[in-house]
């Protein structure tokens, strides 16, 4: 479970985040969607601990990510929309450092089943250079689900992909959801939002405009009744959006 707390984060004056506060259970897939400076990324990069709250508290799995940063950290796993590999490391050997860095016990008989959902098993022996755009980021997404995080926050995970990864990772991370992993994901591709995500946070200019599924988004807003996720997020994100609400 990740709870996020009236999060904050001001760069000098400029307030990029303001007050955010939800909380993704085991089990669920929140989407995070907003227009391009919305503070997507920034909330992202908070909520896996790489920056951190001028205010608010963000918490993963019981662990604060500012008293307790190592335990949180150890519970989640974050896969950036740019793959960041070491260039020298075989796909195993990335799989083998990162079983070191977390611990991975039974790292040896996890990786042979990993490598063959995420496609990768042809390429084991291959350095990153030899990889395709779509490989790297299977990889990257590899290493981040090799220690069985708790949480999993995933930036853009379908970029690169062919048709048949993209249907591969779309079970992947359905299937990590309904083995109990709380999950954020957050893309353009809004047919996807919707596909498999169980509630929607939609942030317009570093506020949330709406939070819930999305009946409950549209309850108060009766004029968006029956439209796809498309729709809604252009009514509530565009410069005629109304104030703020939130659902659910």
Do not use: W
């Amino acid at each position: 479970m990740i709870e996020v707390a009236g999060y904050t984060k001001r760069y000098g004056t400029t307030v990029a985040v303001d007050g955010l506060s939800f909380a993704v259970p085991p089990g669920e897939v929140l989407g995070l969607v907003g227009p391009n400076g919305a503070g997507k990324t920034t909330t992202l990069r908070a909520l896996a601990g790489i920056l951190h709250p001028s205010e608010g508290e963000i918490r993963v799995a019981g662990h604060s990510l500012a008293t307790d940063p190592v335990a949180a950290k150890a519970r989640l796993a974050f896969i950036p929309d740019e793959p960041q590999l070491f260039d020298y490391l075989t796909v195993a050997e990335h799989l083998r450092f990162v079983a070191r860095l977390y611990r991975v016990a039974d790292a040896e008989a996890q990786i042979p089943p990993l490598l063959e959902e995420l496609e990768l098993t042809p390429k084991v022996d291959a350095l990153p250079t030899e990889l395709s755009r779509g490989m790297k980021q299977k990889l990257a997404i590899a290493c981040g689900l090799l220690h069985r995080p708790d949480v999993l926050i995933l930036d853009e995970p379908l970029t690169g992909l062919d048709p048949v990864g993209i249907r591969r990772m779309k079970q992947t991370i359905s299937a990590r959801a309904r083995a109990g992993t709380a999950v954020i994901l957050s893309s353009h591709l809004l047919t996807l939002v919707e596909e498999l995500c169980t509630r929607v946070l939609i942030i317009r200019r570093g506020r949330m405009v709406a939070l819930g599924t999305i009946a409950e988004i549209v309850a108060d807003r009766p004029e968006l009744a029956g439209q796809s996720l498309e729709a809604i997020f252009l009514a509530l994100t565009g410069d005629g959006a109304a104030a703020p609400l939130a659902a659910g």
